[in-house]
């Protein structure tokens, strides 16, 4: 809970209880004060978690009557229709003004917890979470609830989109290296508290990877081609009249 603002970790926590089937669409959640007592935190922290489930869709709020989950129909038709491309430049977009504003905001203690995750990267226990650990860390140091807000809904796009996560299978795992090399860049920018190299940084990061994106489409489509090819050759061979 250290690594990132301490409510966003309860939001993954209810949304992970939300999607077990604990609280189905239709249940009202716990009181505020049962809630806090089972996470060991305070009421403001679950009223901020509240407040991002409620913006994330995931729950409503009746004044009154209390905190109801909703049916999760509505946002998994939504990323049905994102595509990896759409989505990576999303990111790009937010993520390098994201960059360019914390360098000019972040704490030293974020800057030892982002180095924090470039040690997980490079030791390759779990490069992924390490990953989504580093951009979100970035996006807290904003100061700026609406850019945290954002990018954490296009996470969680990237993590729950069947079309997306077909997409960045294997992708983001090849080349590790570069993602680390990457991540140390834009490090380092916030480090100097440069927020145009900041920027910079960030774009050159998302502009490998959709590049890694096409890449992987076009052989995908390549492959389609030769099946569909070797099919065709199948059926209208003469083979078996000149053999």
């Known amino acids: 809970m250290k690594n990132r603002r301490l409510f966003w970790t309860i939001v993954d926590r209810i949304q992970s209880l939300i999607d077990s089937g604990q609280y189905p669409p239709g249940s009202r959640l716990p009181p505020e ?3 806090a007592e089972n996470f060991e935190v305070s009421r403001p922290t679950i009223r901020e978690a509240i407040i991002a489930l409620e913006v994330l869709e995931r729950v409503e709020v009746k004044t009154g009557s209390g905190v109801y989950v909703l049916e999760n129909a509505k946002k998994k038709n939504l990323h049905h ?5 759409e989505l990576t430049q999303a990111r790009a977009l937010i993520e390098g003004e994201a960059a360019a504003l914390a360098a000019t905001t972040i704490s030293e203690e974020e800057l030892v917890r982002l180095n924090q995750t470039l040690i997980e990267m490079d030791q390759g226990a779990d490069p992924e979470a390490a990953d989504k650990e580093f951009h ?3 996006s807290t140091a904003t100061r700026n609830s609406a850019i945290l807000m954002a990018v954490n809904s296009l996470w969680s796009m990237r993590e ?3 079309t997306v996560k077909m997409a960045y299978k294997g992708v983001c795992s090849q080349s590790d290296s570069k993602r680390l090399d990457e991540h140390r860049s834009i490090y380092n920018a916030l480090v100097n508290r440069d927020s145009q190299a900041a920027r910079a940084a960030m774009h050159l990061h ?3 990877l959709i590049n890694a994106l096409f890449e992987a489409s076009e052989a995908r489509a390549l492959e389609e081609v030769r099946r569909q090819t070797s099919q065709t050759r199948d059926l209208y061979s003469l083979s078996h009249l000149v053999s």
């Open 136 to 138: 979100l860390i970035i």
């Open 160 to 162: 729950t989109s069947p």
């Open 33 to 35: 004060r049962e809630l």
């Open 81 to 85: 229709n994102i595509s990896a491309f």
């Open 206 to 208: 998302f502009n490998r």
